[in-house]
């Protein structure tokens, strides 16, 4: 009789097999990370059984746990180099860190939900323990740590806040996310941050939903 890690078990494998393959994510790292990541303990006990649906799943507040699709495929875009210095804003429950950390960064994950804070704090030491988490407004980024080689905003913003632009690294810096400007579809971009400046590159249409806290800060327009 299968017990529940196996069921999850296999899940976790048909996730990648059917979602994250099939989407064009070859990075052996991030495939092998989503792979060996119990998805399941990064939600509470009542949602587990959404952890590989191929969707968003709600973690209350207006917050979700990212599509795994989605998410693969911007780690796919990183192009993740050993030891970078990675900053996860809005990283919830920490599944997100714990998959970046498992990909050989050294990953400072930032969270201000009390609620979240306190699930990724009761998973993140078993399963990525090499993740820092720390607590503060999601709006101000965490420039403790800075710079970093890469920022990821785990949820849609309106437009890349130019607080983060302010964190990153103006030779090798990325900045994930999705972004939901008024009256268009979400998309996920990557801005590439440089000494001569930020470039903005459309990646795929996505359907992220948004970071609250985000919706009416100022922000950096490109």
Do not use: K
Not at 111 to 120: K, Q, V
């Amino acid at each position: 009789m299968p017990t529940h890690a196996d069921l999850f078990a296999d899940a976790r494998t048909c996730m990648v097999d059917s979602q994250i393959r099939p989407n064009r994510v070859t990075d052996p790292r991030v495939l092998a990370a989503m792979r060996r990541l119990p998805r399941e303990r990064f939600l509470p006990p009542n949602l587990a059984s959404r952890a590989y649906a191929d969707d968003d799943v709600p973690l209350g507040n207006g917050r979700f746990l990212m599509e795994p699709m989605v998410f693969a495929r911007l780690l796919q875009a990183a192009a993740l180099r050993q030891n970078e210095r990675v900053l996860i804003v809005g990283a919830g429950s920490g599944y997100g860190a714990a998959v970046v950390a498992a990909c050989g960064c050294r990953v400072t994950a930032l969270e201000e939900d009390p609620a979240l804070l306190a699930l990724a704090e009761s998973v993140l030491p078993a399963e990525a323990p090499g993740v820092t988490l720390v607590s503060g407004p999601l709006t101000a980024g965490w420039s403790a740590n800075a710079p970093y080689d890469l920022i990821l905003i785990e949820g849609a913003v309106p437009e890349i806040p130019a607080v983060l632009v302010n964190q990153i690294h103006r030779e090798t810096g990325r900045i994930l996310a999705a972004i939901c400007a008024p009256g268009r579809v979400t998309q996920a971009v990557i801005a590439e941050v440089t000494a001569a400046g930020t470039g903005l590159s459309v990646l795929f249409d996505c359907a992220t939903p948004p970071v609250p806290c985000f919706r009416t800060d100022a922000s950096f327009a490109f």
